[in-house]
């Protein structure tokens, strides 16, 4: 079974400054891919990044980033230059891949969520 | 702007009574997941459909059930309510791309129907 773990409830940075957001991951899965969500007030879930478990390279979505450490089983995501917009709650989630959609391998496994404030 | 849209935005119903959620796909998507988000909880996948047949499903009973339609559509259909089933429900489209069914990153979602039960 998959579990996603992001052990920061809530987070607060001032604005311009970098934050960087944690999760850690299990799973037995040899290919599995990991995304970032965000969800403002409003409840929709706002793609951000995702990163493949082969993929040789941190992906990087312009002011986001995914510092992957597959040894680790960690996933964080790193937002530079934070704006008052980014105040929102911020999802991991991992998705087991390879199965095709007919093995129903579009499921996504979410962590509980780490609410970010930036401040003046 | 995802294009995915669901209705209704906030319903309230009592425990025991059946309700239906809708979504709307974004135009090309041919998946449709849908999930529960209780309050201060990430999402929890419920199940996804593809060419109109269930095809995964999550840790939940029959009495959560689903439809996709031709144009992609989806409802979800929750029977005899509890109190425990009050929360934010998701739905999410993709596309899949090629014969093989090779599986889009892209999952985009829609803004979710509150769903409160007294």
């Known amino acids: 079974a998959q579990k996603i773990t992001q052990t920061q409830p809530g987070m607060f940075v001032q604005e311009k400054e970098a934050v960087t957001l944690d999760c850690t991951y299990d799973?037995?899965?040899?290919?599995?891919?990991l995304f970032w969500y965000k969800q403002p007030s409003s409840g929709e879930m706002i793609f951000l990044i995702y990163?493949?478990?082969?993929?040789?390279q941190n992906a990087t979505e312009g002011r986001y980033s995914l510092n992957f450490q597959k040894a680790r089983k960690s996933a964080n995501l790193v937002i530079s230059a934070s704006q008052l917009g980014d105040s929102a709650m911020y999802f991991c989630a991992m998705r087991e891949e390879g199965k095709g959609l007919t093995g129903g391998g579009n499921k996504l496994t979410f962590g509980t969520g780490t609410q970010l404030k930036v401040e003046l | 702007e995802t294009g995915v849209t669901q209705s209704p935005t906030h319903l309230i119903k009592t425990r025991g009574q059946q309700v239906t959620l809708r979504c709307s796909s974004q135009?090309?998507?041919?998946?449709v997941s849908w999930y529960q988000q209780a309050l201060g909880q990430g999402p929890q996948f419920i199940f996804q459909?593809?060419?109109?047949?269930?095809?995964g499903r999550g840790n939940f009973p029959p009495r959560f059930s689903g439809l996709q339609f031709p144009n992609y559509s989806s409802e979800l259909n929750v029977n005899a309510l509890e109190l425990d089933d009050s929360a934010l429900y998701l739905c999410a489209s993709s596309p899949m791309l090629g014969a093989e069914g090779f599986l889009s990153y892209e999952q985009y979602f829609g803004p979710g129907t509150r769903l409160t039960v007294t």
């Open positions: 135009s090309g998507h041919n998946t």
């Open positions: 799973t037995s899965d040899p290919s599995y891919g």
């Open positions: 459909y593809y060419r109109e047949e269930e095809n």
């Open positions: 990163q493949g478990s082969y993929d040789q």
